[in-house]
Every structure is written in structure tokens, then in C-alpha cells.
């Protein structure tokens, strides 16, 4: 029963998704207090995806780097830039959108992306290690990007944001790691796969507990917003295309082409808006609340997009 539910989460999580930010919004005035629950339920999801990691994965990553290199200086560099360029242009006199831009595309890639590497016959340990190490570095990467890019315009405890991510993601990773190592790969990926489902469950939560903390940026729906969630998609689209330009202009074959499209394509942006909720103003975590609505949509598109340019290989 349990595969069953988590077979039909997997399935219809592009559909969850914006239902669970609309659930958020609707049901803002009941739930909006349930805010402190959620970085102990990202912890819980962040262990569960953990459990398929070891520490050879690590290894692995040190003699072959190059591929994860590229990836970091996707979630790093390129894509944040290319967001928090975007933001400036379409938005220079709101330094709060702006920071939401920028939020929504530096933080770690998405624990979820190892479901469309799957499905596309990318390579899941590289996929794995990806999300590890910069799970790993996120404590550091998140609010040094984040103090370069927004600087003195938005205020923010560096501090108290580092300490939220090792508690809510690096730690809960290590755990998941230890345990896949003291139980071995085997009974730890049994493990996985009962705790997956009520993880996917955790997800909507997460989702529409933090709209509920911003419904009332999202309830006016006016030009201004309007801008915000078409400039979003554009951003994110991008993302996704630039990770593709560049796996390709790096002669890499494709299982590590459908890998970085994900990887650099796809964030934690559950994560995203438990930081924006926590450590910045409400209306800084508009962009990323709205981010949720695209991200598995526009993974399930890239799908399609694969389908058509690497037929043989990814229906084999």
C-alpha cells in the first residue's frame, strides 16, 4: 500500500504542488501558526532523502569532480546571477522582490530531482552526491551569495540562517548517511521506501503552511503580481536551459546531461521558503512561494523536451 501512495504522489506532485499553495492561501487564517512545525518536518523529509547517500558517494565525487564542479557553478553562480539580474531589471525600485529572485535560485538543489534523473535515465549516484555536497556547503553558500547579492539592502542574522540550515538540512543528512553506512545500502533503501510516502505527504504541508504565512501578498492578484509570476517562470525556464547549454558545451554524455538539467534546473525550494519565512520579510518570500507553483511542471516539461532530443536513450 505504501509503494502505491508513494507511486501516486511521485505522479501527480506537479498537481500538489500549486493545490497545496492554494490551500495555503485559503486556509491562511487557521493554519498560518503552524509555522513553527515546519523546519522539524523538513528535517524529517531532508533524513529520508539522505538514506540512499553514503560516505563512498563522496569518494566517487573526489576522482571524477568534474560533473559536480559543473553543477555548482550552475546553483551557484550562473543561475543566481542570471536571477538576480533579471530582478534588477524588471523590478529596480523593490529590493525585497528583488532578494526573493535571488533566494528562490541560490538555494541547494532539490532532493526531488533524483525522481526525474530516474525517469529519464540520467546518473542517480552522481545526482546523489550533487544534492549531498551542496546540502553539505549550503550553511556557508546561502547567506555568503546571499550577503554579496543583497548586501545591505535587505537585513538578515547570517548567523541564525546558517544554524537553521545545518539544523534543518546538513544534519539530518549526515544522520541519513550514517544510517545508510551502519545498515547497509540495502535495508537503508527499505527504509527509504517505507518513509517516502509520508515524506511526499510532508511536502504539500510544508508548501501550505509557509503560503499561508505570505497569503496576503498572494490573495491581490494585480499587474504587479502578475509580472512577478511571469518573470518567475522565465527565470526558472532559464535555469533549467542554461544547465542543458552548458552540459552540452562541455561534451558530457547524456546520462550527465539529463542530470545537470535537473540538478541545476530544480531547487529545494521548500527549504527556500522556510528561510525566506523565517530570516526575511514576508514579501521577499513571494517569489519563492510562487516558484513552487512552476518547478515540477517545468520538470515534467524538460521531460518531454528529452524525450524528443535523446529518443534511443531515454526510452531504453
Not at 492554494?22 to 529520508?48: C, D, K, N, R, Y
Not at 525517469?119 to 551542496?134: E, F, H, N, T
Not at 539530518?172 to 551502519?182: D, I, K, Q, R
Not at 516558484?291 to 531515454?314: D, I, S
Request: hydrophobic share 60%; with cysteine.
Amino acid at each position: 500500500m505504501l509503494r502505491a501512495v508513494n507511486i501516486f504522489l511521485t505522479r501527480w506532485m506537479p498537481l500538489l504542488t500549486p493545490v497545496s499553495v492554494l490551500a495555503g492561501v485559503l486556509l491562511a487564517e487557521w493554519i498560518h501558526s503552524w509555522v513553527f512545525i515546519v523546519p522539524w518536518v523538513f528535517a524529517f523529509m531532508t533524513f529520508t532523502g539522505s538514506l540512499n547517500s553514503n560516505f563512498r558517494m563522496l569518494h566517487h565525487t573526489m576522482t571524477h569532480p568534474f560533473p559536480v564542479f559543473l553543477a555548482l557553478v550552475i546553483l551557484h553562480m550562473i543561475t543566481p546571477l542570471f536571477a538576480w539580474t533579471a530582478g534588477h531589471l524588471l523590478f529596480p525600485d523593490d529590493p525585497l522582490i528583488v532578494t526573493g529572485f535571488t533566494l528562490a535560485l541560490v538555494i541547494p538543489t532539490g532532493i526531488t530531482s533524483v525522481i526525474w534523473v530516474t525517469m529519464y535515465r540520467g546518473s542517480v549516484p552522481l545526482a546523489l552526491v550533487i544534492i549531498l555536497l551542496d546540502t553539505i556547503l549550503s550553511p556557508i553558500v546561502v547567506p555568503f551569495s546571499m550577503s554579496v547579492l543583497a548586501g545591505s539592502k535587505v537585513e538578515m542574522d547570517v548567523f541564525e540562517m546558517m544554524s537553521g540550515l545545518f539544523w534543518m538540512i546538513v544534519l539530518p543528512s549526515l544522520l541519513g548517511m550514517l544510517v545508510n553506512e551502519w545498515v547497509k545500502s540495502e535495508k537503508a533503501s527499505r527504509i527509504s521506501q517505507t518513509l517516502s510516502p509520508f515524506s511526499k505527504l510532508s511536502l504539500p504541508l510544508v508548501i501550505a503552511i509557509n503560503s499561508a504565512v505570505v497569503a496576503p501578498y498572494l490573495r491581490d492578484i494585480d499587474l504587479k503580481f502578475v509580472q512577478i509570476l511571469t518573470a518567475i517562470l522565465f527565470v526558472v525556464l532559464c535555469g533549467y536551459l542554461l544547465s542543458w547549454a552548458l552540459a552540452v558545451a562541455c561534451r558530457q554524455p547524456h546520462e550527465t546531461v539529463v542530470t545537470l538539467i535537473y540538478t541545476g534546473g530544480m531547487r529545494n525550494i521548500s527549504a527556500g521558503a522556510v528561510i525566506a519565512v523565517n530570516f526575511f520579510p514576508p514579501q521577499a518570500a513571494v517569489p519563492v512561494v510562487v516558484c513552487m507553483l512552476f518547478q515540477q511542471m517545468l520538470a515534467a516539461f524538460h521531460g518531454f523536451l528529452l524525450k524528443r532530443v535523446y529518443p534511443r536513450e531515454v526510452r531504453a
